[in-house]
């Protein structure tokens, strides 16, 4: 079955900007989305369709994806972006939704 | 925009049942694909199961198939997951979540209900 990997932890000063890396095989061929959780919160979709962002989500966060990695981008980080982060994508060969294991972004 | 509620569930013994609900309100629940995913205590997000907006198609992760059930009833606006045989390893939170007014495949899952925790314990 198709493997997201995701780095367990990132770390980045305010005001500086974080990169959280979802790597799978060709994962350039396949449609990303990206969800912030918060502690005792459920998901929230922060960016669709590798690089679009829902309505409310601020234009410091973005994606790409290309090759064999997609990322996620905050810019300007604040305190409040602390939380986890998932990429997910839909497997054709399976016909299985499959997330990444997921990255806590500290804020020092 | 839609709004989603889970309910049922609680704790429960080894190989027993259970069947969870979530129901939508606030827009057109039957336009919509609708997942099911849970995590695990300290645990990532795992996809559990979708169906299609008018119900004619099913999608079961390999680690429940056989075991849960999803289903829907659009004329009450409900998604279910009827949960047989369940193990220790089912213990988790369970969101319902929708997955686009088009194609599931290629939607992101808009919106999510706030969790409904199973606890499989003797």
């Known amino acids: 079955s198709y493997v997201l990997a995701q780095p367990p932890s990132v770390s980045v000063a305010p005001g500086k900007t974080a990169r959280i890396t979802c790597g799978g095989d060709?994962?350039?061929?396949?449609?990303v989305h990206w969800y912030q959780q918060k502690p005792g919160r459920a998901p929230m979709l922060v960016i669709h369709y590798d690089s679009d962002r829902p309505s409310g989500i601020p234009d410091r966060v973005s994606g790409s994806n290309s090759g064999n990695t997609a990322t996620l981008t905050i810019s300007r980080v604040e305190a409040g972006d602390e939380a986890d982060y998932y990429c997910?994508?839909?497997?054709?060969?399976?016909?299985?939704?499959?997330f990444g294991g997921g990255t806590k972004l500290t804020v020092l | 925009q839609v709004q989603l509620v889970e309910s049922g569930g609680g704790v429960v013994q080894p190989g027993r049942s259970l069947r969870l609900s979530c129901e939508a309100s606030?827009?057109?629940?039957?336009?919509?694909?609708m997942h099911w995913v849970r995590q695990a205590p300290g645990k990532g997000l795992e996809w559990v199961a979708l169906t299609w907006y008018d119900g004619s198609r099913e999608y079961h992760a390999d680690s429940v198939k056989g075991r849960f059930t999803i289903s829907r009833d659009n004329s009450k606006n409900t998604l279910y997951l009827q949960m047989n045989g369940l193990r220790a390893e089912d213990t988790a939170v369970y969101y319902c979540?929708?997955?686009?007014?088009?194609?599931?495949?290629?939607?992101?899952?808009?919106?999510w209900g706030q969790g409904t925790t199973v606890t499989v314990s003797s």
């Open positions: 997910q994508v839909w497997d054709r060969s399976s016909d299985h939704w499959v």
């Open positions: 979540a929708t997955g686009g007014s088009g194609s599931p495949f290629y939607s992101g899952m808009d919106v």
């Open positions: 606030g827009s057109t629940f039957s336009s919509y694909g």
């Open positions: 060709n994962v350039a061929s396949k449609t």
